[in-house]
């Protein structure tokens, strides 16, 4: 069983960043592709970005391309979301998500999820 606890979320305006954390309760973290995904009241869960164990090939949806940068710390047990130029759409809960496999934009290919984390962008 893999713990994923995320961090970093809060209230921020349009323009403006915020860095996401997710810390890992595995010692074998370092094999498994790692996960953003975010959902608003109402909506179903949307892929943000994923990255896979060996970090040579993030992935990004199109919304979140060139604003958005998910990177790793193997070392660290932690995978982060950067995200600039917050726009009020982004407004969501941001959860971390783990699996086995390569990298995927689908919800059923992850196996571990966190709790979520709140971010909010004001206009």
């Known amino acids: 069983q893999v713990q994923l606890v995320e961090s970093g979320g809060g209230v921020v305006q349009a323009g403006g960043s915020l860095r996401l954390s997710c810390t890992a309760s595995?010692?074998?973290?370092?094999?498994?592709?790692m996960g953003w995904f975010r959902q608003v009241p109402g909506k179903e869960r949307e892929f943000v970005a994923s990255?896979?164990?060996?970090?040579?090939?993030?992935y990004y949806a199109d919304s979140v391309k060139g604003r958005f940068t998910i990177s790793r710390d193997n070392a660290k047990n932690t995978v982060y979301l950067q995200m600039n130029n917050l726009r009020p759409e982004d407004t969501a809960v941001y959860s971390c998500?783990?699996?086995?496999?390569?990298?995927?934009?689908?919800?059923?290919?992850?196996?571990?999820w966190g709790q979520g984390t709140q971010v909010t962008v004001s206009s």
């Open positions: 990255i896979s164990w060996t970090r040579r090939t993030p």
């Open positions: 998500a783990a699996n086995l496999g390569g990298v995927s934009t689908g919800v059923s290919a992850y196996d571990y």
């Open positions: 595995t010692r074998t973290f370092s094999s498994y592709t």
